[in-house]
């Protein structure tokens, strides 16, 4: 049999080895799972064995997983697909499934057996990178308009060449990919040359130089050059990009002044794009205009009956028109000189080039050529190099140079700063339940937001995903707290988009220079740091980095490791709490509340544990415990005769995202045996945020009769419309309004419970702990109460007691 697989061929080892194998008998049922298997599905042999597909994929049964079977086996003996399957995390995961049948001696099939290979990451891949892919094809075309463009590895052999390389080169991109520039080395230039250029970008920095190539054809040709590394995570370049202009007219230019000079000048430079002109001084050292030639020279104010510099002044800017005049006398004086001049939104590249009689300056030489397409382009580069493409905000890159540079003007004046680590809350809500284009434009406003909290000497950069840094110059502590509080309110504020208030929350890190480091690395681990413990503290808070954080953040992660183990070791019990009918006194309900008897530190509070299950993913396996004990209880103690009671279990955001949620809760019903009717579960608000899909749970699980209830009613943000539009039984009034029940408070439980009795909904009040509160709940005829008014979260044998005599306990109430 292909069951017993580790007494057959080496060929059926090798599958073993290689895929996830699995192999269902003639009903569908799983009979055997290998290694992978288990470790892609994160379900042990034991839980998938005598299951069905289902439990990872919820669109099969055993019964249509067999008649699909048959039917495509009819036509073909293999069946391949892709399959999306869910592991038991509820992570998705997808796989390349082949499946055939084996048959006995009547041919008739005895089982399936299926070879799967991982493709997770080839569909992750895609879908991730479609829309970065979207924004590099725009950058691309923006390049190809304007520039020759080139690609090469850390080696310097072509990856990449666009149209217009092609063309200047006259080779095909065929040709040029997969050599080096040596192809198009004109010989011109030293090796030291490239020498200096490749020590320059081989250290991470920007290079520009003209650079001389020869084409095809053996003509030669100039480019202007700017050449960008771009890094990986250690900072170290794996590929260049290089983009050029052509100059070769500038060039030509140039060499056809020197022969102008021998021949008719005024002939040979008067049809050349770019200016020439020459200018010498008069007896009190003003310079006149002796030649003024090209075709571009008008556009700038040089005409025939220009004379002297000084009539250029209205033409430029003031500082522009000092450089100028600095630059002209320069040149007088001997110097070769070279510089850039703006005129309007155009750029100039200027050219002096001295003329000597007798060791005397006589006269000097210049062009102007236009660059301002040129330097559009760099200026394009140097953005995509140093600024975040969706904010617009400093990278990563800019934002530790200018740290740097924090740091060496800091030691130098013997002052400090602060670096701002921030993280977005519930930021991947919003993409999930949103869309990515709405998280963008979240991000967008964000990084505004925070702009609009600093000064103009302080740097905010986004350093990817919904992490944003702020490095403050220096200020005391009291102005630092400020700004931090500013930021919280700014963020906290709704985002409104296409008619949805959209909510998120900051956290924030703080870290001094030099208190806690004198260098970046240090600075922003410890910011980082200090920011997940502003979570931990919840959110919407800020922290500054304390070696206390270390030592909170080493006993988290053993923490972290213990509750795995606990797991594992039943460490766990359930505590039940009362729910009173307020007309009655009697008990109409438990709420279940977990409980974490750890074996050396004794009863570890929820408040400690229940957000790191969330945050690790124990919170899945944790929240089935805590259903399924739950259920079995009371099943146990109604056979045993006690008061029908409604028991009420809390559903954490985590499992009710899983597409086995209702599945699980149908199925651990029937397990237990416990009358669905009996089962109440709590969801948040924050879970009907996307409301079409909490519609649609809710509506199985109404349909099989489960209570549900809003938890901590009146904590969110979430719009009451959606009470009317869910199918929900209780609304439940967070303890914060009852404990602090003052004449605002008041008014608010007023008015839930009055919402509530409109929409048919039962209200249940939690943390009742005096007479007052409860008389004020029943005068405003609130159906159901709990807190320690009545009792505190009792253990199962106590809670048994409880029940046995509770029409006594409670008839004084």
């Not at 597909?53 to 036509?75: C, D, H, I, R, W």
């Not at 073909?76 to 995390?89: C, N």
């Not at 740290?403 to 400090?416: L, Y």
């Not at 959209?502 to 924030?508: A, G, H, L, Q």
Request: proline letters at 3%.
């Amino acid at each position: 049999m292909l069951t017993d697989l580790k007494n057959i061929s080496p060929i059926a080892a090798l599958l073993e080895e290689n895929f996830c194998l699995s192999i269902t008998d003639c009903n569908g049922i799983i009979t055997y799972v290998n290694q992978p298997f288990c470790e892609l599905s994160q379900y042990s042999e034991e839980e998938l064995i005598g299951q069905h597909y289902g439990m990872l994929n919820p669109e099969y049964t055993a019964k249509s997983f067999v008649e699909e079977m048959q039917q495509e086996l009819a036509e073909d003996r293999v069946w391949q697909q892709q399959i999306k399957s869910f592991a038991k995390d509820g992570s998705p995961y997808w796989v390349q499934a082949t499946i055939f049948p084996t048959y006995d001696e009547d041919g008739t099939i005895t089982q399936y057996v299926s070879l799967d290979i991982d493709i997770t990451s080839k569909i992750q891949t895609t879908q991730k990178y479609e829309k970065t892919l979207e924004t590099l094809r725009n950058i691309e075309n923006a390049l190809d308009q304007s520039s020759v463009v080139a690609i090469t590895n850390q080696r310097g052999i072509i990856t990449y060449v666009n149209d217009k390389f092609c063309e200047l080169s006259q080779y095909s991109a065929e040709e040029l990919i997969g050599q080096t520039h040596q192809i198009v080395n004109s010989g011109f230039h030293p090796k030291s040359f490239f020498k200096n250029m490749w020590k320059t970008i081989g250290n991470g920095g920007i290079w520009q130089g003209d650079i001389k190539n020869r084409a095809k054809d053996g003509s030669d040709y100039w480019v202007n050059t700017t050449i960008v590394p771009f890094l990986n995570k250690k900072g170290k370049p794996f590929q260049y990009i290089a983009i050029r202009t052509d100059i070769t007219d500038r060039i030509d230019a140039e060499k056809s002044l020197e022969i102008a000079l021998k021949n008719d000048f005024r002939q040979t430079v008067k049809n050349l794009q770019n200016i020439i002109f020459t200018y010498t001084t008069d007896d009190d050292g003003n310079f006149m205009f002796t030649l003024i030639e090209g075709k571009t020279a008008e556009k700038i104010g040089l005409t025939d009956d220009l004379v002297t510099l000084n009539q250029l002044q209205h033409a430029f800017e003031k500082d522009e028109f000092k450089k100028l005049e600095r630059h002209f006398r320069r040149s007088m004086l001997g110097e070769e000189v070279q510089f850039e001049l703006k005129h309007s939104s155009d750029t100039y590249l200027l050219y002096l080039s001295p003329i000597f009689d007798n060791g005397t300056v006589v006269e000097v030489v210049g062009t102007a050529t236009d660059i301002t397409q040129r330097k559009e382009a760099e200026e394009l580069v140097k953005h995509m190099a140093y600024y975040d493409y969706l904010t617009g905000l400093p990278n990563r890159r800019l934002f530790q140079m200018k740290t740097n540079e924090a740091i060496e003007q800091a030691q130098k004046n013997d002052e400090s700063f602060a670096l701002l680590f921030i993280d977005l809350d519930r930021f991947k809500n919003v993409n999930d339940t949103m869309g990515h284009a709405v998280g963008d434009e979240l991000l967008k406003v964000v990084g505004q937001r925070l702009k609009d909290c600093i000064q103009e000497e302080d740097i905010v950069a986004r350093l990817g995903g919904d992490e944003f840094v702020i490095l403050l110059a220096s200020k005391p502590i009291a102005e630092i707290e400020a700004i931090a509080t500013c930021i919280l309110e700014e963020i906290s504020r709704s985002f409104h988009f296409k008619n949805l208030d959209v909510f998120v929350t900051p956290s924030i890190g703080i870290s001094i220079f030099p208190d806690d480091g004198q260098d970046y690395d240090t600075l922003m681990t410890k910011a980082d740091t200090a920011m997940y413990l502003a979570k931990e503290n919840g959110n919407r808070t800020f922290q500054f980095f304390t070696q206390e954080i270390n030592h909170s953040l080493v006993e988290k992660k053993t923490l972290e490791t213990e509750l795995r183990q606990a797991l594992l070791s039943n460490q766990f019990m359930l505590h039940y709490q009362p729910q009173i009918d307020m007309a009655t006194g009697h008990i109409t309900g438990l709420e279940a509340l977990i409980r974490w008897v750890h074996p050396t530190k004794g009863m570890i509070s929820p408040a400690q544990f229940i957000p790191l299950a969330e945050e690790s993913g124990l919170i899945i396996p944790l929240g089935q415990w805590v259903l399924e004990t739950a259920c079995v209880q009371v099943k146990k103690w109604l056979d045993e005769g006690l008061p029908p009671i409604q028991i009420s279990v809390n559903v954490s955001p985590y499992q009710f995202k899983q597409t086995a949620f209702v599945t699980m809760v149908t199925e651990t019903l029937a397990q237990s045996g416990l009358p669905a009717h009996h089962l109440n579960l709590e969801i948040t608000e924050s879970m009907t945020f996307d409301t079409q899909h909490c519609q649609s749970i809710l509506q199985q699980l109404r349909e099989i009769g489960i209570n549900v209830s809003i938890d901590d009613f009146g904590t969110g943000y979430s719009s009451l419309s959606y009470l009317s539009k869910l199918p929900l039984t209780h609304v439940k009034i967070d303890g914060a309004f009852i404990q602090g029940l003052d004449k605002r408070n008041g008014a608010i439980v007023k008015t839930i419970i009055t919402l509530a009795k409109n929409l048919d909904l039962n209200v249940i009040a939690e943390g009742v702990e005096t007479e007052e509160q409860a008389r004020f709940l029943q005068s405003l005829h609130c159906d159901e109460a709990q807190g320690y008014l009545y009792s505190k979260p009792l253990n199962p044998e106590q809670t048994e007691e409880l029940l046995q005599q509770a029409n006594k306990l409670f008839s004084r109430i």
